[in-house]
């Protein structure tokens, strides 16, 4: 039997409305000074507001840090530590998608710790001395799953890399999924969001540490996501299937802890190297990667054509998994992807380079079938061909 691990650790509060439930847990921490950490669309959108009046209610102080960038800098991360500190939160909100959420959580780190913020990035599990204050999450997008993640990618801009930190005293104490929250995020970032959260669920389930907890988990992520996906982007106001994919979301990065695989080293690659979109990167990659592995875990990949609606019946194991292919093609015809990946901006002459970096990637190991430098160069080359 093989050996695993599973960790979880997030309370989830779900459903229409859990927004109100912050005062609780600002006193269930004994908080009376908080961090608010979002961006300044969040805040245009009206949904700090949101957050605001339930502590306002509840006479708790907070100071709101909302210059959040995409793929938040080293330098926006300290200066949110520097308000923290002279604030004297104890405690973070976040809202906002995924850099906000990696943001607040990287700025816990450095308002606790001295020393330059490189020391904690890729440096292993909880490499500070000093435990961060608590994080509240609260996404405003389906997909990332930070939310429920210890990970916190840290744009490291004099070393031209972002890095993961990573610990469990990062991982946010609750996740507060309301439904209402994503009711306004336009169809294609509803689309890549939420495709990079069913590419999760995919990955984890067949990526070499998972195991039934992870398999069940990943399992009913899948199918919620690709039953919501579509409701979703074409019924933007429909709360039943925004909490779907908010539930999918978490799920799917609850599984991830059996690790992700190729289509995620092929995304964050291109992603870090050209600054492209991880939700649009990942539906770039996403069949390309998966037909990497057609000739793996063949179970598995006939359950995933199952769920999305393939009938495999009087198919061989061999033809039910290859099925996932148009399956997952098919799914994904509906929005707004391109085919190529010379559309994310790879050149062709950065490839060696791409697949050196792809070789170093935190998913490649745990891909189902192994990957090498030369393996990466082929899939970049038949990426850019088609
Ligand atoms: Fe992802």
Redesign the pocket.
Known sequence: MNSFRFQAKTKILFGTGEISKVAEEAKAYQARDVLIVTDKGIVSAGLVDQLTRHLDDANINYIVFDEIEPNPTDSTILRGAEVMKAAQSTLVFTIGGGSPMDAAKAIAVMAANDGPIEQYCGTGIDPWPNPPAPVVAIPTTA???SEVSGAAMVNLVAQSRKVDMFGRTIQPVTAILDPEMTVGLPPNLTAWTGI?AL??AFEAYIASYSSVFSDMIAEKAIELAVNNLHRVYHHPNDLEARGNMLIASSMAVMAASAG?GVV?SL?QTIGGYYNAP??LA?ATCFVPGIEYNLGVEQEKLARVSQIMGTDTSGMSLDESARSVIPALQNLLDDFDIPQGFDALGVREKDIPKLAEIAMLDGCTPTNPRPLDEHAFIELFQQGLAV
Request: net charge negative; hydrophobic share 25%.
């Open positions: 997909g990332t799953g990079d590419n999760h992700l995620h995304a991880h939700g990942i």
